[in-house]
């Protein structure tokens, strides 16, 4: 399948993606192999192939939720570096 410039474009606007054109030709050929590798995928056989969920065999072993011991809300902020009343008093992340 041939990827035309104009398909490029499109797809880097939505992408919010910037490069030259130089670059654009780069891209329309890699583009283009990457499709044409996905159509030769629908030519294999998968009539009695059973759908994964994972490619791992392992099964996790699941224990027995059981209630242990835990610190009370005062122990837990002893030892913060900075809190407020009774809350952790951390440095703003988002502005």
Do not use: C
Not at 31 to 40: A, H, N, R
Request: proline share 3%; charged share 35%; aromatic share 4%.
């Amino acid at each position: 399948m041939k990827i035309d410039k104009a398909t490029i474009k499109k797809i880097a606007h939505l992408a919010r993606l910037e490069f030259d054109e130089n670059s654009a030709e780069k891209m329309s050929k890699d583009m283009s192999q990457i499709l044409d590798w996905v159509e030769q995928l629908s030519e294999v056989d998968t009539e009695n192939v059973e759908p994964l969920t994972t490619m791992s065999s392992e099964v996790n072993d699941m224990r027995e939720d059981k209630i242990g011991h835990h610190i009370s809300h005062e122990a837990g902020l002893k030892n913060a570096p900075k809190k407020d009343a009774e809350y952790f008093r951390v440095p703003k992340v988002l502005e």
